[in-house]
């Protein structure tokens, strides 16, 4: 069992450390932005890429949903999913592409039955990846906001209801 795949079943400590980098990198916002985000984000983008490809198999989005999804990469979803599983999981909760890898999002939703800070966001829909923001550092494009950013037409939806009373799968619309 590899470093990243022992703390990826710790989801809890996990999300604590990263309530604790998010609150810290938050902290340093002003000064930061007095520094300037690019000068920043040369210095914090390599460390950062060996750390997440080390614990998460991170593929450096620019939009990290970490926390949003059990501690666990939807990018490394062969189809790149983000919100939830195709409709091709198999029975024994292996991937359809790769059937010797278990499905990301079977990984995340059990994970994050673990996570008390962040474990309820499974719930919320996450928009498209923009692949501008690729490569870059995803602290950085959190606090300028860049990650946020949604492509029109999707404003107004923000959750995702994953099983009902009927543990059938709806998405809910709510306009701001």
């Known amino acids: 069992m590899s470093l990243g795949s022992w703390l990826r079943d710790r989801p809890h400590f996990l999300e604590i450390v990263y309530k604790a980098a998010e ?3 938050t902290r340093l916002d002003p000064l930061i932005s007095w520094i300037g985000y690019d000068r920043v984000e040369r210095l914090i983008t390599p460390p950062e890429e060996i750390a997440k490809e080390i614990v998460f ?10 926390h949003s999804t059990g501690m666990t990469c939807p990018m490394t979803c062969p189809k790149h999913i983000r919100n939830g599983p195709c409709g091709g999981v ?5 991937c359809e592409v790769k059937p010797e890898m278990r499905c990301v999002w079977v990984e995340a939703y059990e994970r994050s039955l673990h996570m008390p800070i962040y474990g309820t966001e499974m719930t919320q829909l996450q928009p498209p990846v923009n692949k501008s923001l690729r490569g870059r550092a995803a602290w950085i494009t959190m606090l300028t906001g860049e990650d946020k950013e949604v492509p029109a037409g999707w404003e107004g939806i923000s959750e995702l209801t994953i099983l009902d009373a009927d543990h059938t ?7 701001e």
């Open 169 to 175: 799968c709806w998405f809910s619309s709510q306009e």
């Open 90 to 94: 198999r029975g024994n909760g292996h």
């Open 23 to 25: 609150n810290f990198v």
């Open 57 to 66: 198999d991170c593929r450096m989005c620019g939009q990290c949903i970490l």
